[in-house]
């Protein structure tokens, strides 16, 4: 069945036609190469936070986390303590799960780590790639994603298996997911398959 949106333009079969903000995100920032480390981290953030969710429910909180983790401050998360997480259980505008609000503490500390050693976290990310945007869709995991996610758990980082990095990886434009009839999709310019 075809989803009418308000300019005709049809789009990829996940977007809510009745949701101006996912429409908003999928036409301006899904699947577009993103090489600032400030944006690479809170979505990264984000991402760990829809495990077990649908992305639209952690979209909708979006403004919400900003304002609870302080516009995504990188240093600032990593100096919370138990007192500012205890805090963050009580906001009801952002997804309050424990165990994911420890992992954001933890994986902004082992971001940090990565982007001092590689100089940048765009760096060590796209060196996966070969600074290459792969074009595919129809997957919810790769060769690829199974590999970041292998060596982001093994460095301690936690809600970082490989469908949501898959998922990391197509919001932030190092897989372009476009779909066939999506007027954003673009000529295929790498063969299916990824490597390194």
């Not at 060590?124 to 590999?147: A, C, F, G, K, P």
Request: aromatic fraction near 12%; hydrophobic fraction near 35%.
């Amino acid at each position: 069945m075809e989803r009418e949106y308000a300019d005709h333009r049809p789009r990829c079969h996940w977007v809510n036609p009745k949701n101006p903000l996912y429409i908003q995100y999928h036409d301006r920032e899904w699947g577009v190469p993103v090489h600032e480390d400030s944006r690479l981290y809170e979505m990264l953030l984000l991402e760990s936070f829809q495990a077990g969710l649908s992305w639209e429910c952690v979209l909708n909180k979006r403004e919400a986390f900003r304002q609870a983790l302080d516009g995504f401050d990188l240093e600032k998360i990593c100096a919370y303590d138990d007192a500012k997480l205890e805090a963050l259980l009580q906001d009801k505008g952002i997804i309050r799960n424990r165990l994911k609000l420890r992992a954001a503490v933890n994986n902004s500390r082992i971001f940090r780590e990565i982007a001092a050693e590689y100089g940048s976290f765009a760096a060590y990310l796209w060196s996966y790639t070969d600074h290459q945007v792969i074009y595919e869709n129809d997957r919810v995991s790769s060769s690829l994603s199974d590999q970041i996610s292998g060596d982001l758990r093994r460095r301690g980082m936690k809600f970082v298996g490989t469908t949501i990095i898959y998922s990391y990886l197509q919001a932030v434009g190092v897989i372009d997911s476009h779909e066939e009839g999506c007027f954003l999709c673009r000529e295929r310019r790498v063969p299916r398959g990824e490597s390194r």
